[in-house]
């Protein structure tokens, strides 16, 4: 037999449960956007980085496809945070605009001859080492 919880009872059991972690949305919500902050500054640092052995190992052609990929791969993952701050609030799911950036990226690293196609994902790819260290480094 199937048993049923009103909204009011559903809204207190998880105040109880948030009061019992000691975690308040305010919190969650601080801690989520300093999360961010780390990665997004890990992964301009990584950017940097990357670019410069580029150019100095490859040529300039490269170094600049590196950084207009990595310019994509970051804005990427800001409108996917931002979609997944909105979840709960006022979204029920996460927007699918973010996937417009890959497609927008391959189009113009195939259309414009200045930009090369393999660094250029590289590039947009850079976000990605920046989760796992940022992962690496909370556990």
């Known amino acids: 037999?199937?048993?049923?919880?009103?909204?009011s009872e559903s809204n207190s059991e998880q105040n109880l449960n948030l009061d019992s972690l000691?975690?308040?949305?305010?919190?969650?919500?601080s801690e989520y956007l300093q999360l961010q902050l780390r990665i997004f500054r890990m992964t301009l640092a990584l950017t940097v980085f990357s670019v410069?052995?580029?150019?100095?190992?490859?040529?300039?052609?490269?170094a600049l496809s590196?950084?207009?990929g990595s310019l994509a791969g970051i804005l990427y993952l800001r409108l996917?945070?931002?979609g997944i701050?909105?979840?709960?609030?006022s979204s029920m799911s996460v927007s699918k605009v973010q996937?417009?950036?890959p497609v927008l990226l391959f189009f113009s690293a195939s259309k414009f001859p200045q930009l090369e196609?393999?660094?250029?994902?590289?590039?947009?790819?850079?976000?990605?080492?920046?989760?796992?260290?940022?992962?690496l480094l909370e556990s």
């Open 1 to 7: 037999m199937a048993t049923t919880v009103t909204d």
């Open 22 to 29: 000691g975690a308040s949305p305010e919190k969650g919500s």
């Open 52 to 62: 410069i052995i580029f150019a100095i190992f490859l040529d300039l052609s490269s």
């Open 66 to 68: 590196l950084f207009i």
């Open 80 to 82: 996917l945070a931002r």
């Open 85 to 89: 701050g909105k979840l709960g609030k």
């Open 99 to 101: 996937l417009l950036v």
């Open 117 to 135: 196609l393999w660094p250029t994902f590289l590039g947009f790819l850079l976000y990605k080492p920046s989760l796992i260290i940022q992962f």
